[in-house]
């Protein structure tokens, strides 16, 4: 018997809906990650106190229950998986699975179970439903018989399902023999009393533990009054008011702003709160760097010496973004990521650039990506299947700055543009050191690849290897054209920016072989060498010695080949519908995730089948492109067989 139990789409049952992800059970605990990241859950085996089996459509769910009083519902295992889960349950843990049924007659009338804190409804002995009493804010007795429970309103709980369970009512008899009462307290009060002793009554009007007035939230956007209560927190503004519970906090950022009086404070939500039809993942605060803040925790003395002991004080006097992140850390538990080691030509912990028309900037941390403010977009290494310095959109006429694109393995590509072109060499050396695929290598393309990259230039500082890669093969790039540059009008007046003053201090003798008529061109293309920039094709220079200025882009031949398709998308035209049919109401976004899994966890025997079918693709696009770019004759003459030979 092994050690560790893995399963693939096993799914994490809340509130707020199920999310498929990777189980993994061990003698230490339980893991659970969502595919594609976000949120983790971690059960460690002295916190469990039972486990239970039930049988529901098409699968069994696992039920794991915690001495803080927490219920996890794990969906989606085989009859195989329940027998030899149950003996590793028994032999690790010491704990006998619980076999519980499932109630599929649809009646409405039976028992309940209160068993910590979940109240179970049964019908004939098997579970109807359950509900978690923790997420019940109100609870009101209606006349004598009947109970109603409001459940909190949590802004992260409609993200994942379009309808969210708001309020129910129970109708207890006075011949009801569970909850025995007498004429003045009916059994309707002690089923109203027994919910009040571990339901979370009063949280949503109890106080604060500490309120922040008119923070500058940039995404959803407008100034908000933020609580932080002990179980979730609250954004009141004047139009919008959002409520969020701490078990949808993923992870805390703390980002200062380089050369601004403002720090960036995210908070990342796994589901993500809603506003109309937009989903708000990330949740994108904007501090006064320089703010001092003085702060007193309205908190218990029981909670402070036992739940938040060498964790939290009663008072915070800093700047203000630090108390936040402080207090939010410990109140949620979530952890908090600062700036790495990436260091900007001005000494900043980001760099300008812009993506989908947005200006902003772009941090590069330990673990990712982060583009900030909007729209916000967390990148994480795991993800990116390669990266790309490719020259400025704008063409030869800007020089200044370049564009990094970010391929993710699931084939989305992400494009920050307008980079400035000192920060190529910091940007170039911090990706390299993360192992990360740099396409403009070519072949040397892995960690070693880089590593040996660079150490070959040691000596010369000016040879760039995205520059010496297009040089050498340019003549092999048959199924790229350069569609950025075409012949048009001569240059009849100013001249072209000459950079070579800035910064040429490692720039090479490369002219001396040149001939004379493109000399006035040259200082231009060198100066661009000595920054390192990826540059692709220069424009075409013509006999008089005077440059192509026009930068109108060519129009795609219709008639060209279709590209080639790699074995994953192969991959992805066969499983698209079985995904959409196992994971009902699945995003067109989220589809590319599961199929980016699934194809990282096969072995390679699996997708042998794939890659051949991409191997014979790419045979086909290789003939096709070469008797494009080099089409044969046509003889006018049909008398002339020659064609047979």
């Known amino acids: 018997m092994t050690d560790v139990h893995s399963f ?41 106190v039972g486990v239970s089996w039930m049988k529901v459509p098409r699968t069994n769910q696992l039920g794991v229950r915690t001495k803080d009083g927490l219920y996890y519902k794990f969906i989606g295992f085989r009859d195989q998986d329940v027998a030899s889960l149950t003996s590793f349950f028994q032999s690790a843990f010491g704990k006998t699975p619980e076999e519980k049924q499932l109630s599929v007659s649809g009646r409405n009338w039976g028992e309940v179970d209160l068993n ?56 207890i008899p006075n011949t009801n023999t569970q909850f025995v009462g007498d004429e003045t307290h009916p059994p309707a009060q002690v089923f109203h009393d027994n919910i009040l002793k571990v339901a979370d009554v009063g949280a949503g009007v109890e106080e604060a533990v500490v309120t922040f007035e008119g923070i500058a939230i940039l995404t959803p956007r407008g100034r908000y009054n933020v609580e932080l209560h002990l179980s979730f927190l609250r954004l009141q503004g004047q139009a919008n008011d959002f409520k969020i519970q701490y078990s949808s906090v993923v992870r805390l950022f703390l980002l200062p702003k380089s050369n601004q009086p403002h720090t960036f404070v995210v908070i990342s939500l796994d589901p993500p709160i809603r506003k109309g039809q937009t989903l708000y993942p990330h949740i994108v605060m904007q501090f006064e760097t320089d703010s001092v803040v003085e702060s007193e925790l309205s908190i218990s003395d029981d909670l402070m010496n036992t739940r938040f002991k060498d964790k939290l004080e009663r008072s915070y006097k800093g700047l203000i973004h630090e108390v936040f992140t402080t207090v939010l850390r410990w109140l949620s538990g979530a952890k908090i990521t600062k700036p790495g080691k990436f260091r900007s030509s001005q000494d900043g912990f980001a760099v300008k650039s812009s993506l989908k028309a947005e200006d902003g900037v772009l941090y590069p941390l330990e673990k990712g990506f982060f583009f900030l403010p909007k729209p916000p977009t967390l990148i994480l290494h795991d993800e990116i299947d390669y990266v790309e310095f490719e020259r400025h959109a704008a063409g030869g006429a800007n020089m200044h700055y370049f564009d990094l694109s970010i391929r993710l ?57 995205h520059l010496e890669r297009i040089r050498n093969q340019a003549a092999d790039e048959s199924d790229e054209e350069d569609e950025d540059f075409v012949g048009g009008e001569d240059d009849d007046g100013g001249s072209p920016t000459d950079d070579s003053g800035e910064d040429d201090s490692d720039a090479s003798d490369a002219d001396g072989g040149e001939k004379e008529k493109s000399v006035k061109k040259e200082p231009k293309k060198e100066a661009s060498s000595s920054k390192g920039l990826p ?70 025997e699996e997708k042998e089948p794939y890659e051949a079918k991409a191997q014979v693709d790419k045979k086909r696009y290789k003939d096709e492109i070469s008797d494009y770019k080099n089409p044969q004759p046509m003889l006018v003459d049909s008398g002339n067989d020659s064609d047979s030979n």
């Open 8 to 48: 693939n789409n096993i799914s994490l049952s809340g509130r707020g809906g199920s999310s498929p992800g990777l189980l993994k059970i061990n003698s230490g605990g339980i893991q659970w990650k969502k595919q594609g990241g976000g949120k983790a859950v971690e059960v460690d085996k002295s916190d469990i």
């Open 116 to 171: 910590g804190n979940n109240l179970t409804f049964l019908v004939g002995g098997k579970q109807a439903f359950e509900v978690s009493l923790a997420d019940v804010s109100q609870t009101q007795l209606q006349g004598k018989n009947d109970v109603l429970l409001e459940f909190h309103v949590d802004d992260t709980a409609g993200a994942n399902e379009k309808d969210s369970l708001m309020e129910i009512s129970f109708h």
């Open 409 to 465: 393995k699931t084939d989305h590509e992400h494009l920050f543009r307008n980079i400035q072109r000192n920060e190529y060499h910091n940007l170039y050396s911090f990706i390299s050191s993360k192992g990360l695929k740099i396409m403009n290598l070519g072949g040397a393309g892995t960690a070693e690849g880089v590593a040996a990259v660079l150490q070959d230039n040691d000596d010369d500082d000016a040879v760039d290897p």
């Open 535 to 604: 540059l692709k094709k220069k424009a075409m220079v013509t006999e008089e010695g005077s440059s192509k200025k026009k930068t109108q882009k060519k129009k795609k031949d219709p008639n060209a080949p279709k590209k080639a398709m790699s074995g994953f998308m192969y991959f992805s035209q066969m499983e698209r519908e079985n995904i959409k049919k196992t994971h009902i109401g699945i995003g067109f976004g989220e589809i590319g995730k599961v199929l980016g899994d699934k194809w990282r966890q096969m072995s390679a």
